[in-house]
């Protein structure tokens, strides 16, 4: 059913509009068509807007190298890297070159690759490969087998891809996630929170985790955690044991001094008032508390981190780089839990811009 209303402005159709919701147009075909007339610009809008599609943008290498270079993963000048020269480097085209293009100062006439201090530097593969390991199959959180499949590569390589881009949002989580400050300095707010209640909140607890490396072999660690109900973030952290001396120093180190701290009733936090902490006890085995004076929230966290990190794939080795992955997996669940309403694809540039600028 195709009208010449379809031709009619903007500005006409939502007076038509009008008419409909005040009752006055009697046409049904007439009210249906101008209906979809506003869902069709609603929707052109909301994919005008919408991100790119990774699988559109890397079909073929100039398409990914320009979205790339729009997104400044891969910029189009740096500085020289010779130490005795100021110039600016540019792209110029070589064939030769798997990329098409390398940098080439215009002063010293120095040259370099164009993934040079990208994260894509060392890799043999190629832009529209890496792209869509990054930025579909790992946000996507694809497995390394399937993954590999698809892309007809290794699982060794793609896993050391997923290693490394984990590692990357580890570090963001660490500098900048974790940066901010101390935890236990914004009062804890909402409809259920009395005045009287307003103060800075944070819980603490510890859970071990558990996985079955690629040898068969079980092993368990020990992480701490911690949330804050006034901002809401939590941190999480993989530690030898959690005796006293080990939980308390990180309390020092990530939370305010004079903070409400609610814990269970675990030994180890037994010395929180002598470091200036007010510190107040949830026993489990009593129930796990009522109203506000529950440890709900760090219990949530742990829930949503092993949920969303995959801790229990892929974790490969022994002792300290064991340790290494664990903490990575979860600061990969954190990150995640902090982007949850957001578009992770951007998020996701936004973490390799940051840790990958060049002066």
């Given amino acids: 059913m195709v009208s010449n209303l379809f031709r009619i402005s903007k500005l006409n159709y939502w007076l038509y509009s009008l008419l409909i919701v005040s009752g006055k147009a009697k046409n049904n075909n007439f009210i249906l068509e101008v209906r979809l007339m506003i869902r069709r610009d609603q929707i052109e809008d909301n994919f005008a807007n919408a991100p790119p599609n990774i699988l559109e943008v890397t079909r073929t290498h100039n398409r990914a190298l320009t979205w790339l270079t729009e997104m400044e993963i891969i910029s189009e000048e740096r500085p020289c890297f010779e130490n005795e020269c100021d110039g600016i480097m540019t792209w110029t085209v070589d064939s030769n070159r798997p990329d098409g293009q390398i940098f080439r100062c215009l002063r010293c006439y120095a040259r370099c690759s164009i993934r040079r201090d990208t994260i894509f530097e060392g890799s043999r593969l190629t832009l529209m490969e890496l792209a869509r390991v990054y930025f579909h199959y790992f946000l996507n959180r694809v497995s390394i087998r399937r993954c590999s499949l698809e892309l007809n590569l290794s699982k060794k390589s793609v896993g050391r891809l997923y290693t490394k881009i984990r590692r990357a949002i580890s570090d963001y989580v660490i500098d900048v996630l974790q940066a901010g400050g101390l935890l236990g300095t914004v009062p804890q707010q909402g409809p259920n929170v009395p005045p009287q209640h307003q103060y800075p909140v944070v819980e603490v607890d510890e859970s071990l985790f558990a996985h079955t490396t690629q040898h068969g072999v079980r092993q368990q660690v020990w992480v701490f955690g911690i949330f804050d109900r006034g901002t809401q973030q939590c ?74 990190s995959d801790f229990y794939r892929g974790i490969q080795g022994r002792g300290e780089n064991a340790l290494n992955q664990v903490q990575d997996y979860i600061n990969h669940g954190i990150w995640l839990r902090h982007i949850r309403n957001r578009e992770a694809l951007l998020e996701l540039v936004q973490v390799i811009n940051s840790l990958y600028m060049r002066e």
């Fill in 235 to 308: 941190r999480m952290f993989v530690v030898p044991n959690r005796s006293a001396e080990t939980l308390e120093e990180l309390i020092q180190e990530h939370v305010a001094v004079g903070a409400v701290i609610y814990s269970d009733g675990w030994a180890g936090y037994n010395g929180l008032v002598n470091l200036g902490y007010q510190h107040r006890r949830v026993l489990h085995n009593q129930g796990f508390g009522f109203g506000l004076d529950t440890t709900n929230g760090i219990e949530s966290c742990w829930s949503q981190i092993k949920r969303l």
